[in-house]
């Protein structure tokens, strides 16, 4: 985030002060995206689980029994693409919404999530205001359902 981003963030409401926060599964295999995203998260005041794949996620779930209400995931991906992992999301239970952070958001690639619904999307790089609005988005159940 830059100094510039962080100046035009408008003052959080009461509401937003009194938010509970997300806890958000992070899944990007580019690193530096992984980590600006997960930064700006948790200077939203939400916990992030930063995975670089999606197999990576769903060992979690196995093994660590990892909880959350969020998955935000890139679709392009080696080994896993972000469709196909939200599909193994849903078969084991998660109901909760996905968000869709990719530079490649055609028409094509919406229509492999609309059966996964909640779904939302970001295309990258996504502002401070860009990601503070589809969060608020979430929170309202304003997604594709």
């Known amino acids: 985030m830059t100094l510039r981003e962080m100046k035009d963030i408008e003052p959080e409401s009461e509401t937003q002060r009194n938010e509970v926060p997300l ?4 899944v990007d295999d580019d ?14 005041k939400h916990t992030v689980f930063e995975f670089e794949a999606a197999p990576a996620v769903l060992g979690s ?5 990892l909880r959350f209400d969020l998955i935000v ?23 909760g919404p996905i968000l869709v952070h990719s530079s490649s958001l ?5 229509r492999l999530y609309e059966s996964l619904g909640p779904v939302g999307f ?24």
């Open 23 to 26: 806890r958000i599964v992070l």
């Open 31 to 44: 690193e530096c995206v992984r980590t600006m995203f997960g930064n700006v998260l948790r200077y939203l």
């Open 61 to 65: 779930l196995i093994h660590d029994q």
């Open 73 to 95: 995931t890139d679709h392009e991906m080696p080994q896993m693409m972000g469709n196909r992992l939200g599909a193994e999301l849903r078969a084991r239970g998660f109901s």
């Open 106 to 110: 055609s028409g094509d690639v919406r």
């Open 122 to 145: 970001l295309e990258k790089p996504a502002a401070i205001g860009e990601v503070k609005a589809s969060l608020a988005a979430i929170r309202r159940g304003n997604l594709l359902a």
